[in-house]
Nanobody
Framework: QVQLAESGGGLVQPGGSLTLSCAAS????????MGWYRQAPGKQRELVAT???????NYADSVKGRFTISRDVAKNTVALQMNSLKPEDTAVYYC?????????WGRGTQVTVSS
């Protein structure tokens, strides 16, 4: 079993920045992709950004140019640097990792962008 722990969420003003971090623990062998998803109240969970073991990245159009995803393969951690935050970025952000063929999710961290 692998567990994911997110941190770094909080309240920020529009235009501000936050960095989310996620660390995997337990049976971490076989992790080949990492990423972040988010879910706003009343909405479906949506992809924010992913990064493969080969460092290829994929961003949602709504965050491209503002968010940057990175990973530390050796430590099995993934981070999301969020700049120029907008109120519509408000959501619970979930860490995601793919281990072998299975998707693993963190419990989520709240990001609130409000003036």
């Amino acid at each position: 079993q692998v567990q994911l722990a997110e941190s770094g969420g909080g309240l920020v003003q529009p235009g501000g920045s936050l960095t989310l971090s996620c660390a995997a623990s337990g049976s971490t062998a076989g992790i080949n992709a990492m990423g972040w998803y988010r879910q706003a109240p009343g909405k479906q969970r949506e992809l924010v950004a992913t990064i493969s073991s080969g460092t290829n990245t994929n961003y949602a159009d709504s965050v491209k140019g503002r968010f940057t995803i990175s990973r530390d393969v050796a430590k099995n951690t993934v981070a999301l640097q969020m700049n120029s935050l907008k109120p519509e970025d408000t959501a619970v952000y979930y860490c995601y990792m793919r281990r072998f063929w299975r998707d693993v999710w963190g419990r989520g961290t709240q990001v609130t962008v409000s003036s």
